[in-house]
């Protein structure tokens, strides 16, 4: 577990402990039981039955982890033989997924072993206390309504919560964000599981183990539709992640930028209290704000100078081609109107439309602060980035008119406090560390974030962001504030003539 950072690795330990303990507190009850061979024959259906499911895993579009079907299973389980046989099925089907099957690391075998074993052990425990009943006692009547609702719900919380807080300590993000990208729509299968749960055991309980092998049918066409929806989510990501590189090639100095601005839009949209859908549909907009900017010729975007004011009115079509380039696709055309509208202002003069504050979206109110504050503190081939101090400054001094006041000290705040680079995944962003990583208040986040760390690997990475700081201070002048001449039109101090913002 070298490979993990402190708090993770804590993490993984207390879950195994924890499970463990659980286990071993609810096995004390299997010695009282009679065993005799039908109960035997059922122990063995139905360890095979899990056994399959747990091994036909669904990978998830982000964080790396897995689910698979076994939820229904599970909950029969409970139900049939109680939370103590059930948890020794999860404990059966887990190693037989992760050691034979994915051949995990021994870190991943006890987290998985642990947290399973906590999560069937916890909901059955809940269930038997609220007066749910076990075995051929079992009698799905109004008076087991509370315990047949709760223990499922207990169940799906415990299982995704604990993953979630495994990817969010591995991946340095919200475990609440990595929940409600991967999970929070999966509450709905809840509703599904726990009919079909209590269907199986009903079955189980009144004709025998044959009659359950002739439910995995519906069970595993569960399976097929949840993974439908994964395979389409991650086709979205894929297809956004191909776009924003096309980005980057556009403009190789700016590279990385899309990347931090849709963080930034992410963190601010949730301190704004905007709804996770929309927050979403806020981060792929921030992350092709500047998609139209492929259809610009590379001698004017990439032009050192100050654009001509036909250079400037070609340059300030690129919103509207980046919403005729989104709007196509129907996962993206929320976040194409977002596009569209991250030059607009809310005294209405902005462009590419000249909207006013009412018509502009959430999303867009935000992506033109970030993008704003992101190109005054990152360095350009003609000067150093700014000190966020001065950027606040003229955010402010532009508040009410070029920018939504509201965002300003929310971005303001957020930055100050450290908060801002919350939903950044500092091992992503090694792929931003060549000589074109250029955002300062970024570079001195994932510095003193590495300093935290040890390894001889995160060491050389360290001395290479050094190294290259110290090759751009010497090369680079230092502005104290903004020329007059670097601005864009009607994008007041904060963006650059070369670009257009």
């Not at 979205?236 to 556009?250: E, N, P, R």
């Not at 976040?335 to 909207?355: I, N, S």
Request: charged share 20%.
């Amino acid at each position: 577990m070298k490979e993990l950072n402190s708090p993770l690795r804590a993490y993984v330990v207390l879950t195994l402990l924890g499970g463990l303990a659980l286990l071993s507190w609810l096995s004390a009850e299997l010695g009282t039981l009679d065993w005799h061979p039908r109960s035997l024959a059922s122990l063995i259906l139905w360890s095979v039955m899990i056994a399959v499911a747990a091994m036909s895993p669904i990978p998830l579009p982000r964080g790396g982890a897995t689910v698979t079907v076994t939820s229904a299973l599970d909950f029969a389980a409970i139900l049939i033989f109680g939370p103590a046989v059930a948890c020794w099925f999860g404990v059966v089907s887990d190693l037989l997924t992760n050691v034979a099957v994915k051949r995990n690391p021994l870190y991943k075998v006890a987290f998985n072993l642990g947290q399973i074993v906590v999560s069937i052990g916890v909901a059955g425990i809940v269930y038997e206390q609220l007066g749910g009943k076990v075995g051929p006692a079992f009698n799905p009547d109004q008076s087991q309504i509370l315990p047949l609702l709760a223990a499922p719900l207990v169940y799906f919380f415990m299982n995704t919560g604990q993953i979630s807080l495994a990817i969010g300590l591995k991946e340095r993000i919200s475990a609440l964000r990595i929940w409600q990208t991967n999970f929070q729509w999966e509450i709905l299968h809840v509703f599904f599981f726990l009919p079909f749960g209590i269907l199986l055991a009903l079955v189980h309980l009144r004709i025998g183990p044959v009659g359950v092998a002739l439910f995995l049918i519906p069970l595993f066409l569960a399976r097929f539709s949840f993974k439908l929806w994964i395979d389409t989510k991650a086709s979205h990501i894929a297809t956004v992640q191909a776009l924003v590189s096309a980005i980057d090639a556009s403009d190789p100095f700016t590279r990385g930028h899309s990347y931090r601005i849709s963080k930034y839009a992410v963190r601010i949209a949730r301190h704004l209290g905007v709804s996770e859908r929309e927050v979403e549909e806020i981060e792929y907009g921030a992350l092709l704000h500047d998609i139209g900017k492929i259809a610009i010729q590379h001698d004017i975007l990439l032009k050192p100078g100050r654009l001509d004011d036909n250079e400037r009115e070609l340059m300030k079509t690129h919103p509207k081609v980046g919403h005729d380039i989104l709007r196509g696709l129907k996962f993206l055309s929320s976040a194409a109107e977002v596009v569209y509208c991250h030059h607009e202002q809310p005294d209405g003069k902005g462009y590419p439309r000249g909207l006013t504050s009412e018509r502009i979206p959430m999303g867009s109110r935000i992506i033109m602060v970030v993008d704003a504050f992101d190109a005054m503190t990152s360095d350009r081939p003609y000067r150093r980035g700014l000190s966020p101090e001065i950027a606040y400054e003229e955010l402010r001094r532009h508040s009410g008119t070029q920018f939504f006041t509201e965002v300003v000290e929310s971005l303001i705040n957020l930055h100050s406090s450290g908060a801002l680079f919350d939903e950044i995944d500092v091992e992503q962003l090694e792929m931003y560390t060549s000589d074109q990583f250029n955002s300062r208040i970024l570079e001195e986040y994932v510095m003193k974030k590495l300093e935290k760390t040890y390894g001889p690997d995160k060491e050389r990475f360290l001395e290479k962001m050094r190294g290259r700081r110290e090759d751009r201070d010497s090369a680079i002048p230092i502005a104290s504030t903004i020329d007059p001449n670097e601005r864009a039109p009607q994008v007041g101090a904060a963006a650059d003539s070369e670009n257009g913002g």
